[in-house]
Structure formats: C-alpha cells, structure tokens
C-alpha cells in the first residue's frame, strides 16, 4: 500500500529551454512510447519489488512511461523533470502512488526523506561528463542504506567522437560518478531492448552499502 502523500516542493534551479523546445516539437527520440521492455520484463520476472519505504525517484522522467511501470509494481514514485509542460501528464500518476513530481535540475533536488530506489533511464547519459560526479553526490545525498540504483545503461557502444546527448555511457562510468560507497550486484545485456535503437544497452544494478 502507499504510503500516505508528503507535500514536496518545487526545486526549480534554472531551465533547459531547449529541453522543453524538443518536447513541444516532438523531437524526443530518446521515448519509447511506453516503459523500457526490459523494465517490464523484470518486473513481471518479480525483480524490482518494493524495498524498505517504497520510495523510487526516476531522474529526468519525460512523459513518466518507466514512473507508472514502478507505480504498478507497488513502488511510491516521484518523477523529476526540467520540462514544465510534462507535469500535466505525470502528476497524477505520482500523487496516486503517494510521491509527486518535481520541477527543475534533478541534481540539485534534496529528499525530505530518503529514497530506497534511483530508477535511471536516459538520464546519466544526457548529462555532460563534466556532471557525472555530481550526480553520484547527489545519489548519495538522496539514497538510503541499503538502497539501489538501477541503470539501464545506454549508449554502451556509442563512439564518443559523436558527442551528445546521448553521451557514451558504461556501467564502469556509473560505478565511478557513484563512488566506494557502491556495490555492483548485477550488469548483463539487456534481453528485451528498446525498440529502434542503434546502440547497445545494459542492465546495472548497484546498492548503497549500509554504513551502520
């Protein structure tokens, strides 16, 4: 059952207008028109199922496809997105499950209370590499003990020479923005990919070591 609803701010920290210009144009490649397949893969395999409070945070949310997968494995979900115009389309279905939606830079979002589950899909990888350490600083900021980070990592094969976003991504290059404090439990090729795309992908699953 989810928990009862805590009212969260707003942590809007700049804007990325481009981001939003792409979304009113409908140049979003990066959508699968519905949750990864190997996310419902796994959940219907009985992975993923809540742990500790039932809080997921899903950085960089879009139009929620991979939110509400969570939300219906049980898990109280809160999406976060710079584009203002996705509220609408997602809101409702993190409020339901007793989370909510954040506005504005993830990264500079902070927890009322902290998470059990960081649910990463095209996030990490949009990021400038330059960031990527500030994303770990931030998972660690948000994430309990005992809590997972889970990673569909993409692009694996990508050459970097293309630039980004998508920038090149591997689980080693979340392993380090992540840091010591980090197990890696599991990282295999996806058996469900994601439709349409050209470059490979990973699943990554890392858990917080318990520092009690």
Known sequence: MPQSRRAVPDCCCGSEPDWAARYRDGETPWDLGCAHPELRRRIDAGELQPRGSGRAWVPGCGRGHDLRQLSHAGWQVTG???????????????????????????????APEPVDLIFDHTFFCALPPTRRAEFGAWVRSVLAPGGRVCSLVFPVDRPPDLGGPPFPMTTGDLSEALGQDFLLLLDEAVKRPGEGRAWGERWAVFERRDQG
């Open 80 to 110: 976060l997105d710079i584009v203002e115009s996705l509220r609408g389309e997602v809101a409702s279905y993190c409020e339901a499950s007793g989370g909510a939606f954040l506005l504005g830079d993830a990264l500079a979002c902070g």
